[in-house]
């Protein structure tokens, strides 16, 4: 049975020819860049020029901005040590946000409406009590919200703080801009833009502070120790490119599908709901079945080859609530009910039709099986 993949804000697949890019740098070229000789010069070449690639995806102000990290986690990781202060990030970020901050048992958590947008009222008042770091999410990953970062930077600016996003799920998404925005920071992560796992980047415009998170040599200007991932880079630097030169159609594609699957998704199964903003982020769908067991809708079309996420990936598994879905304060009884669905640029309309009628089916044996556990 072939697999349908509606999973694609936990992770994508590598294109074909980011592949292509990167498998010479694993048997054919495998020196490393930091040496003098001839072949690390061209794979030092190559590292350099996808990082031009990707400051050119993010409009950076120049190259020397980028850093290559294992992923977001460690790149959003980094921004955060490096402020010995007063944290402020949104309610609903990723955990590799949400849980650094609170760990350092410096963090505030701003508040999010019903939609999962911050409350301005109540992150001016966090603000004036001072903060040295403020982190909010361009997109979300569960629920697809899209922050006003421009003007969340704005007030940050004013009251003398640093802003950090993580523009993660955004990428291929939207165009950024960052060097023309009021951002300090931006971090991304190769696996959810068709590069591979394991690869990712830290956005630091030039004159922010940037403390190194990993010691040692002196690579990528002294600011993050440890080999240079050549054929992760490279990879990352194509599909960066890739996307240059693709994304607005891709995301195009996506949005017209996105409202498709709305629309008749809540036009033909009853007691469903749509999270998040109706017109957020082109790829990513939360959608809620009120009293249906969302696991067993997931276990239900994963048996008919179609694979989506109850809550988000990253806390699947856990025996708790998404801190998104509780931070927009969905009562428990939709909630449970909940299913992400995440597309990429390789969703085809085929693959759209197929999903609409398997979800109507599975949410209706679900119902028609299973009373919904009382507590
Ligand atoms: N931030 C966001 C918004 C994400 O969706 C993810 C991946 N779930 C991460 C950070 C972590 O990225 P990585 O897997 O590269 O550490």
Redesign the pocket.
């Known amino acids: 049975m072939q697999n349908l993949y509606f999973d694609n804000?936990?992770s994508t697949r590598v294109d074909p020819r980011v592949l292509d890019s990167v498998l010479p740098f694993f048997s054919d070229n495998y020196a490393n860049p930091s040496a003098l000789h001839g072949p690390a010069q061209a794979a030092h070449a190559a590292v350099e020029e996808a990082r031009e690639a990707v400051a050119e995806l993010l409009g950076a102000g120049d190259p020397s901005e980028i850093i290559f990290t294992?992923?977001?986690?460690?790149a959003?990781n980094t921004v955060l040590n490096t402020f010995p202060g007063q944290i402020l990030v949104s309610d609903i970020e990723?955990p590799?946000v949400r849980t650094a901050a609170l760990a350092s048992g410096r963090a505030g958590l701003i508040p999010v409406d019903g939609s999962g947008v911050v409350d301005e009222d109540a992150y001016r008042a966090m603000l004036a009590n001072g903060a040295g770091l403020v982190s909010v999410?361009l997109v979300n990953?569960e629920i697809g919200t899209v922050q006003d970062i421009d003007r969340l930077g704005t007030v940050a600016k004013e009251a003398g703080a640093r802003f950090h996003s993580?523009v993660?799920?955004s990428i291929g998404k939207m165009r950024l801009c960052l060097g023309d925005r009021p951002i300090d920071y931006a971090?991304l992560?190769g696996?959810?833009m068709h590069a591979p796992?394991g690869i990712?980047a830290l956005w630091v415009r030039s004159g922010a502070p940037l403390e190194p998170f990993l010691l040692g040599g002196s690579h990528e200007r002294v600011r993050r120790a440890g080999t240079l991932n050549v054929p992760g880079i490279v990879g990352l630097g194509m599909a960066a490119r890739l996307i240059i030169d693709e994304g607005e159609q891709d995301a195009e594609r996506m949005r017209a599908q996105h409202a498709r699957i709305v629309q008749e998704v809540i036009e033909r199964i009853p007691d469903c709901r749509l999270n998040g903003q109706p017109d957020g982020a082109p790829h990513i769908i939360s959608l809620s079945f009120f009293r249906t067991e969302g696991e067993s809708v997931i276990i239900n079309l994963d048996a008919k080859g179609i694979c989506c996420t109850a809550g988000a990936?990253?806390a699947s598994g856990e025996n708790r609530f998404s801190h998104v879905l509780t931070g927009i304060g969905l009562p428990e009884e939709w909630l449970r009910g909940t299913v992400r669905v995440s597309l990429s640029k390789f969703t085809t309309p085929e693959e759209v039709d197929t999903l609409i009628a398997a979800l109507e089916a599975s949410v209706s044996s679900v119902r028609s099986l299973a009373e919904f556990p009382a507590r």
């Open positions: 804000a936990a294992t992923g977001a986690t460690e959003n990723h590799s999410m990953n993580d993660t799920q971090s992560s696996h959810k796992k990712g990936a990253c």
